[in-house]
């Protein structure tokens, strides 16, 4: 079956340091993938794609997310987090039949 | 340019009630969906329109459920009558061509509670 895992629930992370939101994937031939986030009480905010060629993909707000095949994880990052991006973040990959399909969400957390 | 403009907002309703609401698309985008996001988790599709005709509607409660895209623009999704745990977001979504690697462009939602 094709799916998208995001492993973590939560992710925690201090203003100012790195982050990283992990996400992989399982679908049939070559993967078109998204990172949306979603602000409270807000509808789902396009970040970045990846459908081909550079493996590093960059994004709004200073995201970027790096594709690894053989890994089939496609991570969304930034280099040095605000208390502004705490929100939910969706992993999203379109699947053969021409469906999306959604990981289940991680809420980020950034703390001051 | 403009996004996917959604309305109403917000409805708080009674069960058993009725509620309409209706989305517009970003201008040129062929495909509309609606998408409900019940609370916690991802959204889930419900219906999918290319211009007018549905593309996609086996995950849509038809006894109670039921959206148009007359004229493959503006679109409106009915719940009758409304149950509890029709409590959700109603996310509407639009593309230009539905193909496979497209941005899907959300609105703001509609955030529904049935009491």
């Known amino acids: 079956a094709q799916s998208v895992a995001q492993p973590e629930d939560q992710v925690n992370v201090a203003e100012g340091n790195p982050l990283t939101v992990k996400c992989t994937y399982s679908v049939s031939g070559n993967p078109y993938l998204f990172w949306y986030v979603q602000y409270p009480n807000r509808g789902l905010q396009f970040l970045l794609k990846y459908i081909t060629g550079d493996n590093l993909v960059k994004g709004s707000y200073g995201f970027e997310a790096e594709f690894n095949k053989s890994q089939t994880s496609f991570h969304l990052k930034k280099p040095s987090a605000l208390v502004s991006d705490s929100a939910l973040y969706f992993c999203?990959?379109?699947?053969?039949?021409?469906?999306?399909?959604f990981g289940q969400g991680t809420e980020l957390s950034v703390k001051p | 340019e403009a996004g996917v403009a959604q309305s109403p907002r917000y409805k708080i309703i009674e069960k058993r009630q009725s509620v309409a609401f209706w989305c517009n698309p970003i201008s040129g985008h062929a495909t509309l969906y609606w998408y409900q996001q019940i609370l916690g988790q991802g959204p889930k599709l419900l219906i999918q329109f290319q211009n007018n005709g549905v593309v996609d509607d086996s995950q849509l409660p038809k006894d109670r459920f039921s959206a148009e895209r007359l004229k493959g623009v503006d679109s409106t999704l009915k719940i009758q009558p409304a149950k509890l745990e029709d409590s959700a977001v109603y996310l509407c979504?639009?593309?230009?061509?539905?193909?496979?690697?497209?941005?899907?462009?959300f609105g703001e939602g509609s955030w529904l509670t049935v009491v």
């Open positions: 999203v990959a379109w699947n053969q039949g021409g469906k999306l399909i």
């Open positions: 979504a639009s593309s230009q061509t539905g193909r496979s690697g497209n941005t899907i462009y």
